[in-house]
């Protein structure tokens, strides 16, 4: 046992390996409230223990502290059974002194929990919903729009004209019915306050007596009040006729649309609101998309941390764990080698040698009986430590259960952080130019159904002017001419029509190539993106400790070479 060189060293053993982490980091913390360690106190001569200076304070290696702990609690022939007894209660305080450790141990581990789970639980909840529902109501009245504006402009004969006309005509209506019931109301104040007037009129005409004011009221005060009591009953008649008139005076057009009255609803909404409005609107919807990408950068960015935090604990517990099981395996060898030594010492002293005196005999007897006493208590405490090892090995189970479900759930999450957040910032990026895309085909169409709804108005206007200039006989050579050139500039119209459509479609054939090409180099790029960790790592890999020698791979533009920071 190499007690005296090892005591009072700073120790490098397992033991202080398990704990050094923890418990002098504990010790340091609790230094400002208590000068000792309830543990300290418990076990102030640990380092005169023998177990300890083996296990602990010994430098050497572990099959080295196993030989020694197996001598150390083998019985010893040459020492009393009081000095060999003393010797097993010394293993019993060493196991005591481990047990606190590690208890301990555990209970910094629990301190190092995370109490902000539920919090973050919470944050990431509410933030990310909440940009998802702003995201929603942003873009929703859009898209509900856009699908009613196509719906008309899909329909057959010109609904949306038709339907547009019938909205503007709603609104003159609404309008007129504003005016006349705030007419209506206007002429009814007018007649209440006149009521009002009569009433305070009557008043006054009672107050008017004869006989210096001792008689009743005037008879010519008396035949007014009854011409103004008539007036009142008049006008009570007429505010009666009043207000029934203004119930009745509300918007009752019938739609002829009623099969697209959720789109006219949708197109009056489109057309109520300004310009400037709508702007705002698709400005809101922009930051609302942006705002969930920020929030789901940073809230999966946040989970991630704690996640790596709890890597980080579980880490410390295997620590514990693994040099705990180190520990316990040493002493559980030695146990069982110290079984081999007393087991033969038994086997030694249960032996009767021949002609044994009877003093011999007690003796002999004596010495087995401590022997067997010794094993006995080894035997308990055998037990006892293999039911640790056993406890350490299912912790250990349960570590490694820990890790992997914490490395897959680091693995998720940050594929969430990086490649997730990314798609989720492409995806949104597309639906935007979709959306607005959407919009601008839509005001296309629609342009092209006014002018094609144009074109059959002004052809029914050029027959019924061909009817007119049938019957105007005189007027009809000077309308022929006036046809002729009509004609010849439609000609021309349609001539320059037909150049502008020629350019154009050449235009996008043109375009077209270009856009396969650009997709064909597109491709490239990504090939060469996608190989770029393997060609630069292969670079790496054929270097040499002098000098790296350029290959043709190697003198090949980088497909990152064009961006310069």
């Given amino acids: ?151 008309l402009n899909m329909a057959s004969d010109g609904a949306m004209y038709d339907v547009f006309k019938e909205i503007q005509e709603d609104k003159e209506e609404e309008e007129r019915i504003k005016q006349a019931r705030a007419e209506q109301e206007a002429e009814l104040n007018t007649l209440e306050a006149s009521i009002l007037e009569l009433n305070q009129d009557i008043a006054a005409l009672h107050e008017e007596r004869s006989w210096f004011g001792m008689g009743g009221t005037k008879k010519v005060a008396l035949q007014e009040i009854a011409r103004k009591e008539v007036l009142i009953e008049n006008k009570k008649t007429e505010v009666t006729s009043l207000r029934e008139k203004i119930e009745n005076t509300t918007f009752s057009r019938e739609s002829k649309f009623a099969e697209f009255s959720t789109e006219k609803e949708q197109l009056r909404e489109l057309l109520d609101i300004t310009s400037e409005e709508h702007k705002d609107r698709q400005e809101s919807l922009v930051k609302a998309a942006l705002n969930f990408v920020n929030t789901t950068d940073e809230r999966t960015g946040s989970v991630l941390g704690r996640m790596d935090k709890i890597k980080s604990q579980i880490k410390s517990v295997d620590t514990v764990n693994g040099n705990m099981k180190r520990i316990f395996a040493v002493v559980s060898d030695g146990i069982k080698d110290a079984e081999t030594s007393n087991a033969d010492l038994s086997n030694q002293f249960n032996v009767t040698p021949e002609e044994e005196t009877t003093l011999a005999q007690y003796e002999r007897e004596d010495k087995l009986e401590a022997v067997n006493e010794h094993i006995e208590a080894l035997t308990a405490s055998k037990v006892d430590t293999l039911s640790t090892l056993g406890e350490l090995q299912e912790e250990s189970m349960n570590i490694k259960s820990m890790r992997d479900t914490n490395n897959q759930q680091i693995s998720h999450t940050r594929k969430m952080h ?33 002018l094609s709804h ?112």
């Fill in 1 to 151: 046992m190499a007690k005296g060189a090892a005591k009072g060293k700073t120790s490098t053993s397992l033991a202080d390996e398990a704990v050094e982490k923890y418990t002098k980091k504990r010790v340091v913390d609790t230094a400002e409230k208590s000068d000792e360690s309830a543990i300290s106190n418990q076990f102030s001569q640990i380092e005169s223990n023998p177990f300890h200076q083996i296990v602990v304070q010994s430098d050497a290696s572990p099959s080295e502290k196993k030989d020694a702990v197996a001598r150390a609690l083998a019985y010893n022939e040459a020492e009393s059974k009081e000095e060999n007894e003393a010797r097993l209660a010394s293993f019993e305080q060493f196991k005591e002194y481990l047990m606190a450790y590690r208890k301990e141990m555990s209970k910094e581990i629990i301190r190092l929990a995370d109490t902000e789970a539920f919090s973050e639980l919470q944050a990431v909840f509410e933030d990310m919903n909440s940009a998802l529902l702003d995201f929603e109501v942003q873009i929703t009245p859009l898209i509900e729009i856009i699908d009613a504006v196509h719906r």
């Fill in 418 to 450: 990086t490649s997730g957040t990314a798609g989720i910032a492409s995806r949104l990026s597309t639906v935007l130019t979709a959306v607005s895309s959407a919009a601008l085909n839509e005001a296309r169409t629609t342009t092209q159904n006014t």
């Fill in 454 to 565: 144009m074109n059959t108005i002004t052809h029914g206007i050029a027959q019924n002017e061909a009817i007119k200039n049938a019957t105007n006989m005189h007027l009809q050579n000077d309308e022929l001419s006036k046809a002729i050139e009509q004609l010849a500039t439609y000609k021309d119209i349609s001539d320059k029509a037909t150049e502008i459509t020629r350019a154009a479609l050449e235009e996008q054939k043109v375009l077209q190539r270009e856009i396969e090409a650009t997709a064909a180099d597109l491709a490239g790029s990504i090939k060469k993106a996608k190989g770029v960790t393997a060609e630069v790592m292969n670079e790496g890999a054929t270097a040499t400790a002098g000098q790296v020698a350029k290959t043709p791979a190697q003198e090949a533009k980088s497909p990152f070479s064009d961006f310069k920071l």
